[in-house]
C-alpha cells in the first residue's frame, strides 16, 4: 500500500480500464485499506493508474451505485460504513468472500439459502415448464459426470443450484443467480473441504425427482435438507475453532 491508502502501482486488468480500475478500488475499499486514510480525489486516483478522469469518474460512480462510496458537499468522496454496502451486488459479495474468509459471513449466506432455494424448488414442482425440467436434468447430469471425473465438481454443483432457481418461473428467484454463483463457490469448497467429498448425489436427485413428481412438499424438504447440512458443518467448524482457541 501507498501513503494514500492505494495498492502499489501496477498495470490495470480486466475488461477494460474502468472495471479495472473498479476491480482495484473496491478490493481496496472492502479491505480496509481507507479505513484511516481519506479516500484519494479523482485527481490522485487519475495519476496514480494513469488513466484518464472520465474512467476515475466512471469507477467511483460504479462504486457509488454499490454502496461502497458517497459524495458529500465540502467533504468530497467518502467510504461508506459496510452496513450500507449492496450485498446483493455480485462484486460486493466477491470482494468480501476474497477479504478473508469468514464463517460468520457463509453462515450468514446459507441462512438466506435456506429461506430462498427450497421456495423456488417447491415452485419448479408446483408449476415449471418443460425447459426448466430439463435444465434441472442437465444440471444432476452434470453433477454425475463430475462424480464420474467428467466435469468439474464446483461448477457442476452450482449449475444444479442455479437451475431450480431459473426453473422456478419466478423472475425473483431468477434475480439471485449472480449471488448465488459467486457464494455458493466459497460455500461448496468450504462444504467439500471440510467433510472430505464432493456434494451429495443421493440428496440432489431426491431434490429432482421430486419436482419431477410435481410434489413441492417434497421438493420444498429435500432443498431444505441440503442447505441445512451446510449450517451443520458451520456449526462443527465453529466449535472446532472455539475449541481450538481455548
Known amino acids: 500500500m501507498t501513503e494514500n491508502g492505494l495498492p502499489t502501482n501496477r498495470p490495470l486488468s480486466g475488461r477494460n480500464l474502468t472495471y479495472g480500475l473498479l476491480d482495484e478500488l473496491g478490493r481496496a475499499i ?43 458537499p465540502r467533504q468530497g468522496t467518502v467510504v461508506r460504513p459496510e452496513s450500507a454496502w449492496n450485498l446483493f451486488d455480485p462484486d460486493v459479495l466477491r470482494w468480501l468472500l476474497e477479504r478473508k474468509f469468514s464463517l460468520v459471513l457463509l453462515r450468514q449466506f446459507s441462512e438466506l439459502r435456506v429461506t430462498i432455494e427450497p421456495g423456488a424448488a417447491a415452485l419448479a414442482a408446483r408449476a415449471g415448464t418443460q425447459e426448466g425440467l430439463a435444465l434441472i436434468e442437465a444440471g444432476y447430469r452434470r453433477m ?12 457442476a454443483d452450482i449449475a444444479f443450484h442455479v437451475s431450480i432457481l431459473q426453473a422456478s418461473g419466478n423472475p425473483f428467484y431468477a434475480q439471485f ?59 462443527a467448524a465453529e466449535q472446532q475453532d472455539a475449541n481450538t482457541a481455548a
Open 30 to 72: 472492502v479491505t480496509g485499506a481507507f479505513a484511516d486514510t481519506p479516500f484519494p480525489t479523482e485527481a490522485e486516483l487519475a495519476k496514480h493508474y494513469s488513466v484518464s478522469r472520465s474512467v476515475t469518474r466512471e469507477a467511483v460512480k460504479m462504486l457509488t451505485a454499490k454502496g461502497l462510496l458517497s459524495a458529500r
Open 144 to 155: 454425475v459426470a463430475a462424480e464420474e471425473g467428467r466435469d468439474d465438481p464446483l461448477d
Open 177 to 235: 443467480r449472480d449471488v448465488v454463483v459467486t457464494a455458493l463457490r466459497t460455500s461448496i469448497l468450504f462444504t467439500n473441504r471440510f467433510k472430505g467429498r464432493t456434494a451429495s448425489l443421493p440428496a440432489h436427485r431426491a431434490v429432482k425427482d421430486a419436482i419431477e413428481a410435481r410434489n413441492p412438499e417434497a421438493a420444498q424438504a429435500a432443498m431444505d435438507h441440503i442447505i441445512r447440512d451446510v449450517l451443520v458443518l458451520i456449526d
